[in-house]
Structure formats: structure tokens, C-alpha cells
């Protein structure tokens, strides 16, 4: 009985590790899987709890590698799926009391932290930019450019360096982005830092992607195995397996590509690659969580050059559970320095797209690479943002990235800024490489101090407070190899993260243009303005010396969301374009609890007042109605006092520590202080500015609060066209979507190890009490069989139902979608598409098939039905709601606006227009 005991313990302890690494082989066909957070973090209680109540209803699968997640499967005809929905991992609940169920909602929900369900989905890779054909053109133009001395300089320059270096790679010479011959000086100036041997070394980068060619010639010396993992065919070997699986393998050669007799070199050519293969089939939130902080021991950079699809009207980031992922990643990876997320800014730029509607780009995370191309000019692909850090070399101009290929190929049509994330991950490899103690955020400091701004005519650059120059077309700069890493030898480490949330400021103000029924004079209002003041003391309660990152979560109704523009405006001028207009985006939903990033305020002290605007496109006479309900001003930064510096929670509500910080401050110091001349909180909360006159108004703010906690206002600036009253709400108002789960991840670092074991010794002891209870045997040769049966407990069964029919088309969709082949392509009825756009649609698919064609060299030829357009599954936000509906035909979800997408001045356009508004 014992030895038993001990037995199954330790198989299971076995079964969980193997679990760590592994996500078991998922049925679609006959279950549901979900994932369950539990707080696990002192004890693995709630865990077995939650097993042996559900026993008969759930089976649990496996542990996700991210602490305190769960996945658990049910059969599929099991009534509990009518029931079972998301709960707290996003902001749309799915899961619903109603007459019969409120037993077990209430019990389900009393029991977990947050459900979420696991539907597969597609990720798709950075949309194909079409090969363009002015390579003839440009080579007479080439020819006559040769006799420039500079071009001969650069020859002599890759004689020198192919010598010292014995290097012999045939396509050597033809990667002008490591040594540029035809425009010298417009590659990423790395083989100075070759010459010192800086290359890499020690620094392994998993590319996230379709797949590696491990065993290629090119790439096998320089793979790791260790931190690979293949999430869509369940192994440990990456290997491209689609006939199109070549894309991860490009990638790789760009940063590893090792220097011998085949195609070319990579930038930090003694560095090595992990292949994590996500983009190969459906995945859910669990996988795509779990791989990008897979190998995290191992993996020192993750370079991702996927993401919401680039059509220009999709509005999509990362669930919860991915975005913890992030944050484990940044916190765990790196010996606690922080894995690197680098990601491709995104091909959408014809279509008007932005990163900024992209939830990863978008990330504090991540760091955005945008791209310019052979001749250092911006290519209309490359999408533009306030999210965009950097911009390094990839295809246009006629030219595309020389790099290593599948099946003993080589490419050189690697292109989009899928090319310029891991050009851009090379030169962090060798940047580590040379100061390997940067933390996350000392990289960051590092791209934006030191990228060299390129085209100053172009992209509206602005000076920023560090004295930089930033563009949202091509962030703070090229990434030039040898400055960067000259830069970062002698970087010292930045203080610990700090961070400050405002309240969620309400604004309630609407903007209609072009209504038949309007009057001229009704539409007077243009922008919809609303301030949030920012105090002295706000900042030092929670410990924030200046601003690295900013984020605006907004809630703006609209009934054409690519018709809403947003800009933030710093108090020292400097403005961020959060929402640019995308024609194509004709989406109702307006931005719910959107979440924008801005990196262009690094290093700004945040303090005073921030304004926000709100406009609409008028260029075209559609009618358009806004609604501006709120928003919230988030500041991530560098902290004053490391020593106070705290792990960030992602779900915890700061704004609420702040205002519990300044009460305890008021507290101590309100017995001294006197509050009369400060009379309402009005006045307390808008006054801003010196140091001086906040010490002052904290006792005046104590008294305000004590005496109307509900809310206090503040009038906005009224010298404008508009002036609007914003109040800040407190704790009552608070949106209740994001539970207050303080403490619950307090223990990321610890060792599980020894919970491991206690845990699995006691369910398999309750295992062996079940065993001996209903077989009367010890079941020695049912081991096997257990595993699979015994995790299946009981309560009582539920209903079908739903709320409403909405909710019905929902679960029926969710539920069609769990079934992974049956995504419906081409069944999307989507009406705000009309006819005309279609046929461009096609056309233009058309065309760029041809151009594919044409230009592919017999190259795989990549199915473009079926991948490369493919699933534009989320193209809300909202996506989970009904991923299945949405899944679409190819055709349908190419960009709408075709016949006006070769400008890429649009962003610079709306920007003239967002100037002209001001
Ligand atoms: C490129 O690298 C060289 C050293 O190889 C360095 O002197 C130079 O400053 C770097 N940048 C540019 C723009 O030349």
C-alpha cells in the first residue's frame, strides 16, 4: 500500500515535470480544454480541491509553465459546456448565472481565480509584402552608382573583413545588410564589432515562428535544442514540416547563420537560435502562453514576428494569460534580468494599419522594430506608431534580406518587417553579448539613447525630453550595431521598475459629424478633450523618478472605429498619435478597454497635466459618432528609490494603492498641516505643479476625501476650442473588470519543487482511496488506464443554456471553433465589406499572387489562400468572443482599401489633419 503510494506520487511528480515541457496531445474531436488559475502560490490545495470536486465533470490535463494555471479538459458533450465560459481572464464574461445554475456558478467561480477557455486559433505571419518590381530600374541605377568611391570603399571594406575572418560564405557579398555595397552605410555596421570578436557568443534566441531547419547545413552548429520546443506537432525538434515552414527558418539565418561554405552569414554568427513552432496550425492562449517563456532558462531573446493579422481593421493583443506570460518573462527570464520580446512592427502600413492597434507591439514588453530598406528609406509596409521603438534593414527598394532557406536553399526574398525583428534580435545577441548584465529595460534605455535617427525630413520627428529624436514611422532611429554596442559596454543598470496608474477619468462626451438632421452649428465640436493632472506627490508615493513607458486604456464608442483619432499630449508638449485613422477598419465596437502604448515620453518626470484628444476623420462626408467615456493614464518607469521597488502585478489596481498611499501620507502629516486654504477637492486636485504646493495640498486632500470620497473633479483647461469636465472617480467607480488579486503572484521565484512532490504524494493518495473504494483492488495494472480516468470526479450536472441569442451563436461558434479543422473559411458574411472593396479585394490578391509568382524563383511558393491571408480570427479585440465567426475566407479579409494603398504618407496625413484640428 505504501510502496504504491509512493509509486503513483512519484509517477505523477514525473508526469507533472514532463508536463512543464510538454503540453499533452489535445482531442478536439471529444473534449473542451480550459484553463483554470488557482492560487497555487503557498500551497497546492486549491489544486487538488478543485480536482477531486470537479472529479466526475473535468480531467486535468497538465500545468501550464506559467505558475498558477491549470488546463483541464471536459467531453465535449458533457452540459457543463453550455455553462462553462470565460471568467476574469478577459473583459467579457462568459460565463452566466441563470435560473438552475447559480449553485454552480457560484461555486465555480467562488472556487477559481479566473477560467478561460481554450479554443484553437491561428496566429497568423506578418502578412507577405508583394515583391515589387523595379529591381531592373534599379540596377542601371546601380551600375551607374558603382563608380562612386564610397561603393568602392565598401568593396574593400568586405575584402578586409572576409579575410580576417575567413569568411567564405558564397551569399556573403549579397547581404547588403551586413555590409551594403551599392548604398554604403546603409546596413547595421556590425563587422567592426566582428574585428573584436564580438558575435554573439553565449546568447541564444528562440525564434517563435513556423519552425527551424535544425538539421540545414546552415544552422544546425549554432541550434539549440534545449530551449526548442514544437507547440503545433507536440516534440521537441522545431522542424519545418509545412512545405511553407519557412519563414522561422530565414529568420534564424539572419541573427545565427553560420559562417561555412553555405549561403550566408548571420549578424551574430556565433550566437545560437531555439526554434518554438507555434504558426504551423491552431493553438490556443495556453500554447501561445507557454511558448513564449518556453526554455526561459535557456532562451535569452524571443523574436516574434507574427501578430494580429495586418489588414488594417483588426483591433487584437494577447489574452491575460499571454500577457502573464510577458510578464513572468521579464521577470523570471535572463536570471531575473528579463527575457527580450522583440516584434515585428507589422506589414500593414499600405493599408493604413498600426502597430499601435496591435496588443504586442503594443506591449511594454516588447520592443517594436519597424523597417527601412536597401536604401534607407521607409518602405509603405512598414507600419508606423507610438509603439515603435527602432527600425532596422529588411526588403524594398527592389532589394529583399539575403539569408538561409529550407530544404538546403537559400533566400534571398526574405522581406517585411518579419525580416527586420530578428535583424534586430542578431544585434541585441551581440549587444548582450558584450554587456550581458542589461536588464530588459536597459536594453530599451539603450535603443532609444543611441539608434541613429535616419531621414530627419521624413516622419515628423520630435525632440523628446531626453533631447532625442523620435518619429512614429521610425521610432528613435536605426539600430546601428557597433554605436549600440559602444553605448552599452559601459551602460550602468538602471533602478528598478516603478509604475503609477491614475484613476480611470470619466468623460462622457460625444462628437457627431455629418448627421443629415444636424446643424451646421451643432458640429462645432471637433475634439473631445480631457486632462488628467499628475501631482508630485502621485509619482513619489509610488516611487516613480521618470517615465519610460506610457499606456492609455481608453473607452471610446464609435461607429466607424477607423474614423477615431486619439492623440496624447504631454506636459511637456511632446504627442504621442495613439489612434491613427484606418479607413478600412469600419468596425461598431469602438475601443473597449484598449489599451495603447507610447515609448516617444521616455524619460519625461510625468508631472502636470496630460491631455488627451479625441476627433474624428472628416475628410469624407460619412456621418460619424464618438463616444469618449474614459481613460486612464498609466506611467512604467524607472523608480526613485530602488530599494522600495516592488514586483508589478498585472492585475492589481495601482491607482487604488496610490490613493490608499497618499491617505496614509495625509494622515501623518494632516495634524501639522493646515487645510483651509485649500476648500475643494477641485482645487486639490488640479493643482499641480511645485513641490512646495503639493506638500501643502495633501492635508487639504485628506479632508476632500473624507468628505466626498465619491468623486473629485477637474476642470479642464478651457482655453481650447472645447473645453470638457473630466472627474476622476475613485474606489466605488472603479471598473470591476480587473479583480483586485493583490498578493497572488507573490512567489514567482520560489522553488515548487517540494509542493511538487507533497501535492502529487496526496493525490495520489486520494487516488488510491478512490482505487480502493470502487474497485476494491489496488489496480497495480491499471496504471496506464488511471491516468486518463481518475481524474474525473463529481457534481451535479448542469443545464444547457444561454443568456440570450447572441450568447447561443456565441457558444455555438466557440464551440464549432473547438473543434480544430473547422474553422469555416470563406463563410464569412461580413456586410460592412461592399461589393466594390471585394472586387478590389480580389484583384489585388490577384496581382500580388502574380507578383509572387513571377518573382518567387522557383521557390516554395507559399499558399496564399490558405496561410498566408488566412484566419483573421481576431479581428476584434473581442475576438474571443466568437473566434469562429469570424474565422474568414481569404478573400474577405484582404485589406479593403487597395486602390489608395501605395501612400505611405498616410500616417503623415492624418497627422496634418490632426494638426490642422488643433
Ligand atoms: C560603424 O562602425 C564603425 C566601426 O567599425 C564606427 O567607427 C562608426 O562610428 C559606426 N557608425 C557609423 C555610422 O559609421
Not at 531626453?466 to 539600430?479: A, D, P, T, V
Not at 491614475?502 to 468623460?507: A, E, G, I, L, R
Request: net charge negative; hydrophobic share 30%; glycine share 6%.
Amino acid at each position: 500500500m505504501f510502496s504504491l503510494k509512493l509509486l503513483i506520487s512519484i509517477l505523477f511528480y514525473l508526469i507533472s515535470l514532463s508536463n512543464q515541457q510538454q503540453i499533452p496531445t489535445r482531442n478536439y474531436e471529444e473534449n473542451n480544454y480550459f484553463l483554470v488559475e488557482l492560487n497555487t502560490t503557498t500551497s497546492q490545495k486549491p489544486l487538488i480541491d478543485f480536482i477531486s470536486k470537479y472529479k466526475d465533470h473535468y480531467k486535468f490535463e497538465h500545468q501550464l509553465n506559467l505558475d498558477n494555471y491549470y488546463v483541464f479538459s471536459i467531453d465535449n458533450s458533457h452540459p457543463h459546456n453550455s455553462f462553462l465560459g470565460n471568467f476574469n481572464s478577459n473583459n467579457f464574461n462568459h460565463m452566466k448565472r441563470s435560473s438552475g445554475f447559480e449553485d454552480h456558478y457560484d461555486e465555480l467561480v467562488g472556487d477559481v481565480s479566473s477560467l478561460h477557455m481554450l479554443y484553437p486559433k491561428k496566429i497568423n505571419k506578418r502578412m507577405p509584402v508583394p515583391i515589387d518590381s523595379k529591381r531592373d530600374e534599379l540596377l542601371q541605377q546601380q551600375s551607374s552608382d558603382q563608380s562612386n568611391s564610397d561603393s568602392d570603399k565598401a568593396h574593400q571594406k568586405l575584402a578586409v573583413v572576409a579575410q580576417k575572418l575567413d569568411i567564405h560564405d558564397p551569399e556573403f557579398a549579397t547581404q547588403w545588410h551586413l555590409l551594403n555595397l551599392q548604398f554604403p552605410g546603409h546596413d547595421v555596421n556590425a563587422t567592426g564589432l566582428w574585428l573584436e570578436d564580438i558575435l554573439g557568443q553565449g546568447i541564444v534566441t528562440a525564434i517563435v515562428d513556423d519552425g527551424l531547419d535544425a538539421e540545414g547545413e546552415d544552422l544546425k552548429d549554432n541550434f539549440n535544442a534545449k530551449g526548442s520546443w514544437d507547440f503545433n506537432d507536440n516534440g521537441n525538434l522545431p522542424l519545418p514540416k509545412l512545405f511553407d515552414d519557412y519563414h522561422g527558418t530565414r529568420c534564424a539565418g539572419e541573427i545565427a547563420a553560420v559562417k561555412n561554405d553555405v549561403c550566408g552569414i548571420g549578424v551574430a554568427y556565433k550566437s545560437q537560435v531555439s526554434g518554438i513552432r507555434i504558426l504551423s496550425g491552431a493553438i490556443t492562449a495556453a500554447e501561445e502562453a507557454a511558448a513564449l517563456i518556453y526554455g526561459l532558462d535557456t532562451n535569452d531573446i524571443y523574436s516574434c514576428s507574427w501578430g494580429p493579422t495586418d489588414n488594417g481593421r483588426t483591433l487584437s493583443g494577447p489574452e491575460v494569460v499571454v500577457k502573464q506570460a510577458f510578464v513572468k518573462g521579464i521577470q523570471e527570464g535572463r536570471n531575473n534580468k528579463g527575457a527580450i520580446y522583440v516584434f515585428a512592427s507589422g506589414n500593414g502600413g499600405r493599408f493604413q494599419d498600426s502597430c499601435n492597434f496591435d496588443g504586442y507591439t503594443n506591449s511594454i514588453y516588447s520592443i517594436t522594430v519597424g523597417a527601412i530598406d536597401y536604401k534607407g528609406l521607409h518602405p509603405a509596409y512598414s507600419e508606423a506608431c507610438a509603439a515603435v521603438m527602432v527600425v532596422t534593414y529588411s526588403s524594398g527598394s527592389g532589394e529583399h534580406i539575403h539569408t538561409t532557406d529550407i530544404k538546403k536553399k537559400c533566400s534571398a526574398l526574405h522581406g517585411g518587417t518579419s525580416a527586420a525583428a530578428p535583424l534586430a534580435s542578431g544585434i541585441y545577441s551581440l549587444i548582450l553579448s558584450a554587456n550581458p548584465d542589461l536588464t530588459w529595460r536597459d536594453l530599451q534605455y539603450i535603443n532609444v539613447l543611441s539608434a541613429t535617427p535616419v531621414n530627419e525630413d521624413d516622419g515628423n520627428y520630435q525632440t523628446t525630453a531626453l533631447n532625442r529624436k523620435y518619429s512614429h514611422k521610425y521610432g528613435y532611429g536605426k539600430i546601428d550595431a557597433y554605436n549600440m554596442v559602444d553605448f552599452a559596454k559601459s551602460w550602468k543598470n538602471v533602478k528598478p521598475q516603478a509604475w503609477y496608474y491614475s484613476d480611470v477619468t470619466q468623460v462622457n462626451e460625444a462628437l457627431s459629424l455629418n448627421k443629415p438632421q444636424m446643424l451646421k452649428r451643432d458640429e462645432e465640436k471637433k475634439i473631445i478633450k480631457s486632462k488628467i493632472t499628475v501631482s508630485k506627490e502621485d509619482l513619489k508615493v509610488m516611487n516613480v523618478e521618470r517615465i519610460e513607458h506610457v499606456n492609455v486604456i481608453v473607452n471610446i464608442d464609435a461607429s466607424f472605429r477607423g474614423k477615431v483619432g486619439a492623440r496624447l499630449i504631454s506636459p511637456t508638449g511632446v504627442i504621442s498619435d495613439l489612434a491613427t485613422f484606418r479607413p478600412g477598419d469600419a468596425a461598431g465596437r469602438g475601443f473597449q478597454d484598449w489599451t495603447f502604448m507610447s515609448v516617444a515620453h521616455w524619460g519625461e518626470d510625468g508631472l502636470g497635466d496630460w491631455e488627451i484628444e479625441v476627433f474624428a476623420d472628416d475628410s469624407k462626408s460619412d456621418p460619424i459618432d464618438i463616444k469618449f467615456k474614459d481613460w486612464q493614464l498609466r506611467f512604467f518607469g524607472e523608480s526613485r528609490d530602488a530599494d522600495k521597488s516592488e514586483k508589478y502585478e498585472l492585475l492589481k489596481d495601482y491607482a487604488a494603492v496610490r490613493r490608499d498611499r497618499i491617505g496614509e501620507n495625509k494622515q501623518q502629516s494632516s495634524t501639522i498641516e493646515s487645510s483651509t486654504e485649500f476648500s475643494s477637492s477641485t482645487e486639490a486636485s488640479s493643482s499641480t505643479t511645485s513641490s512646495e504646493e503639493v506638500s501643502t495640498t495633501s492635508a487639504s486632500e485628506e479632508i476632500a476625501q473624507s468628505t466626498s470620497t465619491a468623486s473629485s473633479e477637474q476642470v479642464s483647461s478651457t482655453s481650447s476650442e472645447v473645453s470638457t469636465t473630466s472627474s476622476t472617480i475613485t474606489d466605488e467607480l472603479e471598473p470591476t473588470t480587473e479583480p483586485d488579486e493583490e498578493g497572488k503572484n507573490k512567489h514567482y521565484t520560489s522553488d515548487h519543487t517540494g509542493q511538487y512532490l507533497m501535492g502529487f504524494a496526496i493525490i495520489g493518495f486520494i487516488i488510491v482511496l478512490i482505487i480502493m473504494k470502487c474497485h476494491k483492488s489496488p489496480g497495480s495494472l491499471r496504471r496506464r488506464r488511471r491516468r486518463d480516468d481518475d481524474y474525473e470526479f463529481d457534481i451535479i450536472p448542469g443545464e444547457d443554456y444561454t443568456d440570450s441569442e447572441d450568447d447561443q451563436e456565441t457558444l455555438d461558434s466557440r464551440r464549432r471553433g473547438a473543434n480544430a479543422d473547422s474553422f469555416d473559411l470563406g463563410q464569412r458574411n461580413d456586410q460592412r465589406i461592399n461589393k466594390n472593396d471585394q472586387i478590389n479585394d480580389d484583384r489585388y490578391q490577384d496581382e500580388a499572387r502574380e507578383r509572387l509568382f513571377e518573382n518567387f524563383n522557383g521557390e516554395t511558393l507559399p499558399d496564399y489562400d490558405d496561410d498566408m491571408f488566412k484566419i483573421g480570427d481576431d479581428d476584434d479585440h473581442e475576438n474571443d468572443e466568437n473566434n469562429t465567426k469570424k474565422a474568414t475566407s481569404s478573400s474577405n479579409e484582404q485589406p479593403t482599401d487597395s486602390n489608395e494603398t501605395t501612400n505611405d504618407e498616410e500616417i503623415t496625413d492624418d497627422r496634418k489633419i490632426v494638426d490642422e484640428n488643433k
